[in-house]
């Protein structure tokens, strides 16, 4: 009995990974390789619960384990996905910031070149 409340957990604690993947995914909180390892993993997940072969590491958990066990897993992956969802902010930040170096040494080079040919104007002129 307590094996089948932990597969059937699993699989909604697959499909809420699922679903707060995509959503972040969508709101561009997660960039698409981390967010297609979340959710192959979900997907693993949703299998170990629902395909009876996998499912088998479940009657290896004592009853007495598996509400630790259930809260434990679901801070583990929960939080592993806010740290992943923080990492993946800082490479679009970082992204971002190379971005505007890149524009601002390409306009430090034209100004440069202007302040050349300026200077050379007035040497010609002399």
């Known amino acids: ?7 059937i957990v699993t699989v909604i604690e697959g499909i809420a990974l699922l679903v707060v993947d995509f959503i972040s995914f969508v709101y561009q909180k997660i960039t698409v390789g981390i967010e297609l390892c979340w959710s192959v993993f979900a997907f693993v997940l949703i299998l170990l619960g629902v395909v009876p072969g996998l499912s088998d590491w479940s009657r290896v958990i004592p009853k007495e384990a598996v509400p630790a066990f259930l809260l434990i897993s679901f801070v583990i992956i929960f939080s592993f996905f806010y ?21 601002l040494n390409q ?11 300026r200077l050379s104007d007035e040497e010609e002129k002399e």
Do not use: F, G, P, Y
């Open 107 to 117: 306009e430090n080079e034209i100004i440069l070149q202007k302040l050349k040919d």
């Open 83 to 103: 740290i992943s969802c923080a990492v993946s902010q800082l490479l679009r930040k970082n992204q971002e910031l190379a971005m505007h170096v890149s524009l």
């Open 1 to 7: 009995m307590m094996a089948d409340i932990l597969c």
